[in-house]
């Protein structure tokens, strides 16, 4: 069965500086997508990043960037430049070509000290 | 942006009752899809749904869950008869196409109260 893991209950981080969030992950299947989503206070899931598995470059978007490592079913979120609004809930999620499911972690939630 | 939108944000109702949470996913989205997640649980996958009839369902979606379109722009999931385990933030998503190759876009919740 395919499971997502974040060990990661809490991280907190210094305005402006970069963090990193784990997530590993465990699958049979050769395709499939991983995700990064973002729940803020107002409670909305929002799509971060996404990486296809059959990429071997790491997806980016603006601050965010990731860090896919196949062989260890390993993907991990780093935001550099961290900002208040990054505060929030980041959750790891994973899902198969072949089926209509998302597979999620626990969460870690973001903690920014200004 | 467009906006996958859910009614209402809380809920609370007694152990017994029918509660219908609703959802208007996205406009040109044919892809639909309820998620839960318990307090201090991982969010959990129920049902997809697509051209009117349920795609994928869960373990968890037994006789108790039922999914509609009533219209072109709706879409519910109702729970017939509530019990305290189904207190959780039930989330409802759309997608324009095929899962999981197309993002799936998730509304703000609908957080249900069971007592």
């Known amino acids: 069965a395919q499971t997502v893991t974040q060990s990661q209950p809490e991280m907190s981080v210094q305005e402006a500086e970069t963090v990193t969030l784990s997530c590993t992950y465990d699958t049979s299947e050769s395709d499939y997508y991983l995700f990064w989503y973002k729940q803020p206070p107002s409670r909305q899931m929002i799509l971060v990043i996404r990486?296809?598995?059959?990429k071997q470059q790491n997806a980016t978007e603006n601050r965010f960037s990731v860090n896919f490592q196949k062989a260890a079913k390993s993907f991990s979120l780093k935001i550099s430049d961290s900002q208040l609004g990054d505060a929030a809930m980041y959750f790891c999620?994973?899902?198969?070509?072949?089926?209509?499911?998302?597979?999620w972690g626990a969460g870690t939630k973001l903690i920014i000290k200004p | 942006e467009p906006e996958v939108t859910q009614t209402p944000s809380h809920q609370v109702t007694q152990m017994g009752q029918e509660v219908i949470l609703r959802c208007v996913p996205i406009?040109?989205?044919?892809?639909f899809y309820w998620y839960r997640q318990i307090l201090g649980q991982k969010v959990e996958f129920l049902v997809s749904f697509y051209n009117n009839e349920i795609s994928e369902k869960s373990e968890i979606f037994d006789d108790q869950f039922s999914v509609e379109r009533p219209d072109g722009s709706n879409f519910t999931l109702k729970i017939r008869s509530t019990k305290l385990e189904d207190s959780a933030m039930y989330f409802c998503a759309s997608s324009e196409g095929e899962p999981i190759r197309n993002t799936i876009y998730f509304g703000e919740g609908s957080w249900l109260t069971v007592v």
């Open positions: 990486q296809e598995a059959y």
């Open positions: 406009s040109n989205h044919l892809y």
């Open positions: 999620a994973y899902g198969a070509d072949s089926n209509y499911q998302l597979i």
